[in-house]
């Protein structure tokens, strides 16, 4: 059992970085108009200081510390280079996570099976009074037992209720006959204003019911995670978040939930992720009511408008929006009308802006009801109706799904050698009959490798105007300027695809 630290109020406030705030308000006390209503700095200064007194004793009864027991040689620390939190973890980490995968190799090739030992820890917070607790997937994956502990020292076995993988969250059950459990309230996490009060609890570092504060840095965080099926609208915080955090919530000074700490950026760099409480809300009372989260989807890949020069520049008259730049041959985008290069700008007349907008809009949708998205194509306003289908979970369709890494030209040549179709080449049917050119060579270090562009690709448009034959096709690339961006539609591996080889960064 850890022996609690007393601190002094004041010096909390001041170790916690907080001692600006504690400035302003000295300072706007000072000046107030004399009378009776008029506060002493000190009592000023003890109001706030008693404000996240109450909301540390409020809220960490319905906190817990998670115990995962695993099979010797299954922990939660086997994180490789293909999980979306490994490049998450400062190296420091990474490195003793290696080390540790490979002294656990070696024994269990020499060790007999031996019964599940608790070897890991995290955080929950209890979210209802019947015993579901909701935590972050990872704190659990591979759990073969889970205990957890309340601040008032009582232990209980913990159930997974569900798990999903998107959002990185997780519903555990315990049996509350005999307890009494504290619940913590959920909080509207998109009333947050960046600058308020942020306040985190949790077991980091196994250091129990530890309590650290600071701000809402940011909201709407996305692409911190390299993996575009997830859900990614992180509130950021500089609230002291490390290892063991995970799962536990982020608070804010009215005691309300508004995230669950999931990432950190480093060691003591004052850079934490959470997922906000709306989000945690919507995913936990699926997981809760039937076990599992079944997504809503529209079968496209896409990217936010804002996140490339080439598009602000080669597609006019957008203000914002989502650009799709490929559909695969699978899914409900490709019985639609959309087509690559369209930019959503609204679903159901609610605008979306970036692609976590457009996940946010569609996600909750009823699978098969038609929902009509506002669409820009290439200077024409026009509206596509689409029927959202649940989100796939066969390997294929996955693959299909993911987002090429992000590229980063630096060559201005395209770097495309292409031939016409013959008999040869081996095409579906259909995109046959639609004609192209097929890509024969990619040059190193081009433009085109940049994008991903592969042989047996098949080009069809050069700057919105078609391509039947090779001839055609080296006339538009005479004529493109690869600064401004060329505009490319194209079939890859049965996806239609859209970019814009451009050589700005």
Not at 160 to 170: E, F, H, I, K, P
Not at 243 to 256: D, F, R
């Amino acid at each position: 059992m850890l022996r609690p630290i007393t601190v002094s109020p004041m010096k909390f406030l001041l170790r916690s970085g907080s001692v600006v705030c504690l400035g302003l308000a000295l300072a706007l006390a000072g000046h107030a108009a004399p009378g009776k209503d008029r506060l002493a700095p000190l009592d000023l200064a003890r109001q706030l200081n008693q404000a996240f007194i109450d909301v540390a004793d409020g809220v960490s009864p319905a906190v817990v510390v998670i115990n995962v027991a695993h099979v010797p040689g299954r922990t939660e620390l086997e994180l490789d280079e293909s999980h979306p939190f490994f490049e998450m973890l400062p190296e420091e980490f990474r490195q003793r996570l290696e080390e540790q995968r490979e002294k656990r190799k070696k024994k269990s090739e020499t060790d007999e099976p031996r019964d599940p030992v608790f070897d890991s820890q995290g955080s929950g917070v209890v979210i209802r009074k019947e015993g579901f607790i909701v935590t972050n997937r990872h704190v659990i994956d591979g759990a073969e037992k889970i205990r957890v502990r309340f601040r008032d020292g009582t232990e209980l076995e913990a159930t997974v209720r569900g798990v999903d993988n998107q959002s990185d969250l997780a519903v555990l059950k315990v049996d509350p006959s005999g307890h009494t459990l504290p619940v913590a309230r959920l909080g509207d996490s998109s009333k947050v204003r960046v600058g308020e009060f942020a306040i985190a609890i949790g077991a980091p570092l196994e250091l129990d019911y530890s309590v650290t504060f600071g701000h809402i840095s940011a909201k709407g965080r996305s692409r911190i995670i390299d993996d575009p099926s997830m859900d990614q609208d992180f509130l950021q915080t500089d609230a002291n978040i490390n290892p063991g955090n995970s799962g536990g919530p982020l608070v804010n000074i009215e005691g309300e939930i508004v995230g669950i700490n999931t990432l950190i950026r480093g060691i003591r760099t004052g850079i934490g992720f959470a997922i906000p409480s709306n989000l945690v809300r919507e995913i936990a009372d699926q997981l809760i009511s039937r076990g599992r989260v079944v997504r809503a989807y529209l079968g496209v890949r896409i990217r936010g408008w804002r996140e490339s020069i080439g598009y602000r520049t080669a597609i006019p008259g957008v203000k914002d929006g989502v650009v799709i730049f490929a559909i695969p041959n699978v899914g409900p985008a490709a019985k639609s009308d959309l087509s690559p290069g369209d930019v959503i700008t609204a679903v159901d007349g609610h605008a979306v802006a970036t692609p976590q907008d457009l996940r946010n809009e569609i996600r909750g949708r009823k699978l098969g009801s038609s929902v009509t998205l506002d669409v820009h194509r290439f200077g024409k306003n026009v509206k596509v109706a689409i029927r959202p289908e649940a989100w796939p979970e066969s390997d294929e369709v996955k693959t299909a799904m993911a987002r090429r890494p992000s590229a980063s030209p630096k060559q201005r040549a395209v770097g495309i050698v292409v031939e016409d179709i013959t008999a040869k080449h081996e095409l579906e049917p259909e995109d046959r009959a639609s004609g192209g050119v097929v890509v024969m060579e990619v040059a190193p270090g081009s433009l085109a490798e940049q994008f991903l562009l592969q042989p047996g690709d098949l080009i069809q448009k050069i700057d919105l105007k078609p391509v039947k034959s090779a001839k055609q096709y080296n006339e538009a690339i005479k004529k493109a300027d690869a600064h401004k961006g060329v505009l490319i539609h194209f079939v890859s591996r049965g996806a239609r695809r859209f970019e814009i080889l451009t050589d700005q960064k």
